[in-house]
């Protein structure tokens, strides 16, 4: 029986015969029919250089196994530069990493994700050396990309690419000059609002714990072009208030559909406990966690999903998140922990559950694919026979 349950994670069915395998950190992208994930893993497993595409109502995996786009989605000579997600296109902007900065070289893959046809154009200027963040940021006519690693070190410099004449420049330098300069870090996510980008995880490779916190978030002012230190608010219906200091957590976020601001969701993660008294005696211990917290850009205030009964089905780190454009929060994949700290297992579970309440029509069309989950395989002349117009279901699925 269907039941509406918003607020709590359910795992979809696969119907499809041949499925994702486990992985960890990839791109999510959701258009409210398909789910799409890609990853660029620094393996040998061909799979992880393609693009996959779950349908919502079918409930089923395709993988999108176009010669072209594994050819030009990957080269083990590149690195990623980061890659964004614009309207039915997904861009993935790539460079040899060890190129020196004369000869350095960059590339956009631009897929059609409905027709999977890929476009490579050629970047020049002053291309990034990359540092591995996650993802870029689309302000106006450019792409904006924060972090460099130089021979010293990793720093968050930020770099913007033109779109009209695909030329890279430099926009800030962290010269250690002023004390909102973020410290530099590896693997982290940019999110967009209010004209600054704001910086969420990533690795830290100096000596000492991470020293990230949710107390303050370091955003770069896209108009004053300046870094600066933005102090959020905590929730004050959860103890604690704020989301502990955590690693390897997932990070997403969304215009909200009914009041049009910028919200933030992070998720999982682990907290380590290997403090100066641990490494002493070499006892290491790390806990997952399962919590699901927002952060909205407007107030800057914190918010425990788990009031509302929204609390992760596993405790989970390396995940990934997508949100769809009517607001349904996707997580799949990631590294689980079993009885033994030491071993974790990976998976290709998908979940998702609502963040706030869709539209009637949304729920309907829900309640319609799980009474009739190979309506997608019917042909028009059941589907008349069963009351639902032919092209109003392909408006849906399609």
């Known amino acids: 029986m269907y039941i509406f349950k918003p607020h709590v994670f359910t795992e979809h069915s696969l119907n499809s015969i041949v499925n994702p395998k486990g992985r960890t950190d990839a791109n999510v992208r959701c258009d409210g029919k398909n789910l799409y994930i890609y990853q660029r893993d620094y393996t040998h497993h061909v799979e992880f250089h393609y693009i996959w595409a779950y349908n919502l109502a079918g409930q ?83 792409l904006y990309t924060v972090g ?59 000596p000492g714990q991470n020293p990230f916190s949710f107390l303050r978030i370091p ?17 004050e219906n959860h103890m604690p208030h704020f989301p502990t200091q955590r690693g390897d957590f997932a990070v997403t976020s969304y215009t909200d559909p009914d009041s049009g601001e910028e919200n933030v969701i992070i998720s999982g993660g682990t907290v380590d406990y290997n403090d100066a008294f641990n ?47 009517a607001g349904k929060l996707f997580t799949f994949g990631g590294d689980i922990f079993g009885d033994d700290p030491e071993k974790k297992t990976r998976i290709s579970s998908l979940h998702s559950t609502w963040l706030r309440i869709p539209t009637l029509e949304d729920i309907c069309w829900e309640a319609v694919f799980h009474y009739y989950p190979n309506l997608i395989s019917m042909t028009d002349k059941e589907i008349t026979a069963l009351g639902i117009p032919p092209k109003l279901l392909k408006s849906r699925i399609n």
């Open 148 to 206: 460099i690693t130089r021979e010293v070190g990793d720093f968050s410099d930020v770099y913007k690419l033109n779109m009209e004449n695909l030329v890279w420049e430099i926009v800030y330098i962290c010269q250690g000059v002023d004390a909102n300069e973020p410290i530099g870090r590896v693997g982290h996510t940019l999110v967009y609002g209010n004209n600054m980008i704001y910086i969420f995880g990533g690795d830290y490779q100096g």
């Open 279 to 325: 490494e002493i005696f070499n006892d290491v211990c790390n806990d997952a966690l399962n919590d699901v917290w927002r952060l909205n850009l407007t107030s800057l205030k914190w918010t425990c999903l788990e009031r509302f009964g929204t609390v992760l089905p596993q405790h989970i780190e390396n995940h990934s998140m997508g949100i769809s454009p």
């Open 219 to 235: 955003a770069f002012d896209l108009e004053n072009c300046c870094w600066k230190t933005v102090n959020t608010l905590g929730d």
């Open 60 to 142: 089923q995996w395709r993988l999108i196994r176009n010669e072209s786009i594994s050819r030009q989605l990957h080269d083990d000579d590149d690195s990623i530069l980061g890659t964004i997600n614009e309207s039915n296109y997904l861009v993935v902007c790539s460079t040899p990493f060890e190129d020196e900065p004369s000869s350095r070289k960059c590339q956009l893959h631009i897929c059609d994700l409905n027709t999977e046809y890929i476009l490579v154009q050629g970047a020049s200027g002053q291309i990034p050396q990359p540092s591995f963040a996650l993802n870029l940021i689309n302000h106006g006519k450019y």
